[in-house]
């Protein structure tokens, strides 16, 4: 028999999360569902280059939604996961800067940046967010654990999971993220 006590707490969960415009208007689940539609649809329509970031799970996040927002949302997406670059970046610059340096050459005003830390906390990420940030670019976020973190109040729009685990944060960080390219998909079909 299937343990539904997990499935409850997931659900109340994602029934909990917060989806922000700035640091201080939320939005309500489907009007912020909403607002990330219209976000990703402008970055679309405009080809801006599209990043995903994160570390741990997050990075595999970050990397699958690479592939889908390109594959099946028709979106210019570049990942930044290449082993070399990575390893290059951390070697010479230091962990921090594995997403900062490699964005300092290759974002241009008018992109978005999406950055997944469940712990909001990670210094190679909010490294990453300021230096889009002083290029021009657009920024989401995705985080959990403490309301008070970093990164969410670094986010243009800021999704916020109100769970201190990672497994619940990061796949309801997915669950979003894919509902968004799947509505995309749905909307404008896949052009390959």
């Not at 916020?160 to 497994?167: D, L, Q, R, S």
Request: proline share 2%; hydrophobic share 40%; glycine share 8%.
């Amino acid at each position: 028999m299937m343990n539904s006590a997990y499935i409850r707490e997931f659900m109340s969960v994602l029934k909990h999360t917060k989806i922000y415009v700035g640091t201080n208007i939320e939005l309500d689940y489907e009007a912020g569902i909403d607002k990330l539609m219209e976000c990703f649809t402008k970055h679309k329509e405009l080809r801006s280059q599209i990043f995903f970031i994160g570390n741990g799970g997050s990075s595999a996040i970050a990397s699958h939604m690479t592939a889908d927002f390109m594959k099946n949302g028709g979106m210019n997406t570049y990942s930044l996961y290449d082993n070399a670059v990575i390893t290059c970046m951390g070697n010479d610059y230091g962990y921090d800067s594995i997403f900062s340096r490699p964005l300092g050459f290759l974002a241009k005003e008018g992109d978005l940046l999406v950055a997944i830390s469940s712990s909001g906390n990670s210094a190679n990420i909010c490294k990453a967010i300021e230096a889009a940030k002083g290029k021009g670019v657009e920024i989401i976020t995705f985080t959990a654990f403490r309301p008070d973190n970093k990164v969410k109040q670094m986010g243009d729009i800021s999704v916020y999971v109100p769970v201190e685990k990672y497994g619940m944060a990061e796949s309801i960080h997915n669950l979003i993220l894919q509902q968004v390219v799947d509505t995309i998909m749905e909307r404008d079909g896949v052009k390959l």
